[in-house]
Nanobody
Framework: QVQIEESGGGSVQPGGSLRLSCTAS??????MGWYRQAPGEQRVLVAS???????NYADSVKGRFTISRDGAVNKAALQMNNLKPEDTAVYFC???????????WGQGTQVTVSS
């Protein structure tokens, strides 16, 4: 059974930093990344990283967030710097299983940016 384990998150003041981590169990995965969902809004892509380490970012986080990955252990990290109140949301890690392309989701972790 595939498990997506997330860690990190929490509360921080504007301008602060947080780091999210995500580990996917089982076989290899192609893309991994994070979506976020604020109250009353749809879930949107924040950042993704492929098996080739090619990255993609939402315009709103470019230059502030950095996604990285250790493909050997199916682990990804999202370093979030210069956080803003509008970054407040539940962040969901995902991993796309190789071959089947099934997407698996983590349980979500809360990020709150407030003074």
């Amino acid at each position: 059974q595939v498990q997506i384990e997330e860690s990190g998150g929490g509360s921080v003041q504007p301008g602060g930093s947080l780091r999210l981590s995500c580990t996917a169990s089982g076989s290899a995965y192609t893309a991994m990344g994070w979506y976020r969902q604020a109250p009353g809004e749809q879930r949107v892509l924040v950042a993704s990283i492929g098996a080739d380490l090619k990255t993609n970012y939402a315009d709103s986080v470019k230059g502030r967030f950095t996604i990285s990955r250790d493909g050997a252990v199916n682990k990804a990290a999202l370093q979030m710097n210069n956080l803003k109140p509008e970054d407040t949301a539940v962040y969901f890690c995902y991993a796309d299983r190789i071959i089947t392309t099934v997407r698996y989701w983590g349980q979500g972790t809360q990020v709150t940016v407030s003074s």
